[in-house]
């Protein structure tokens, strides 16, 4: 079964900097596609970016970007220029390849932006 | 442009009676997915549909059934409800079809407390 690990419960990054958000993950698949949903306080979940396993760009949405070591099972979240808006909790997913497969979450890391 | 649109937004109940949520996906989404999320969790998958078909389960009690109508919505049915089931209830919808990018968008979730 995959399973996907966040290690770190909550980050702190002062505003206009940049911080990096940690997610692992265990599949024997190797067709694949992984995600990172933001939820702030209103509990929305929002999609912040997805990449495709079989590329081996790193996907980038504006200030996000992401650091995927297929080999390694890592992929990072990376926030340019924080804001305040930007504080939310943040979840790593991993989707099997397979049209209309689940997503599977990790436990999530709290993000706190300081003024 | 268009989002996944879930009712009730809030929704209080007693322990053992039933509760109905709701989900309408964005227009011209194929397929319907539902995540629980309890309080401090990450989202656990419950469900999903695609044209109107149970595409797969997740860890969903037999008390709770759901269903995929024609017009696409669909519809979670919660019965006997247990103190356990208070929780976020997401729907999520994808176009999977026609080579679509099956990227799952969340709706706002729907806040259930059982008392």
């Known amino acids: 079964a995959q399973t996907v690990t966040q290690s770190q419960p909550e980050m702190s990054v002062q505003e206009a900097e940049t911080v990096t958000l940690s997610c692992t993950y265990d599949?024997?698949?190797?067709?694949?596609?992984l995600f990172w949903y933001k939820q702030p306080p209103s509990r929305q979940m929002i999609l912040v970016i997805r990449?495709?396993?079989?590329?081996?760009q790193n996907a980038t949405e504006n200030r996000f970007s992401v650091n995927f070591q297929k080999a390694a099972k890592s992929f990072s979240l990376k926030i340019s220029d924080s804001q305040l808006g930007d504080a939310a909790m943040y979840f790593c997913?991993?989707?099997?390849?397979?049209?209309?497969?689940?997503?599977?979450f990790g436990q999530g890391t709290e993000l706190s932006v300081k003024p | 442009a268009a989002g996944v649109i879930q009712s009730p937004r809030h929704l209080i109940k007693e322990k053992r009676e039933t509760a109905t949520l709701k989900c309408y996906p964005i227009?011209?989404?194929?397929?319907v997915y539902w995540y629980q999320q309890g309080p401090g969790q990450d989202p656990q998958f419950l469900i999903s549909?695609?044209?109107?078909?149970?595409?797969d389960k997740g860890s969903i009690p037999d008390r709770f059934s759901a269903q995929q109508f024609s017009d696409y919505h669909s519809e979670l049915n919660m019965s006997s409800l247990e103190l356990g089931d208070s929780a976020l209830y997401f729907c999520?919808?994808?176009?999977?079809?026609?080579?679509?990018?099956?990227?799952?968008?969340f709706g706002p979730g729907t806040r259930l407390t059982v008392l």
């Open positions: 999520a919808s994808s176009l999977r079809g026609q080579g679509g990018p099956d990227t799952q968008y």
């Open positions: 599949t024997s698949e190797s067709d694949y596609y």
């Open positions: 990449q495709e396993a079989y590329k081996q």
């Open positions: 997913a991993y989707r099997s390849g397979n049209q209309g497969g689940k997503l599977i």
């Open positions: 227009p011209r989404h194929d397929t």
């Open positions: 549909f695609y044209e109107k078909m149970q595409s």
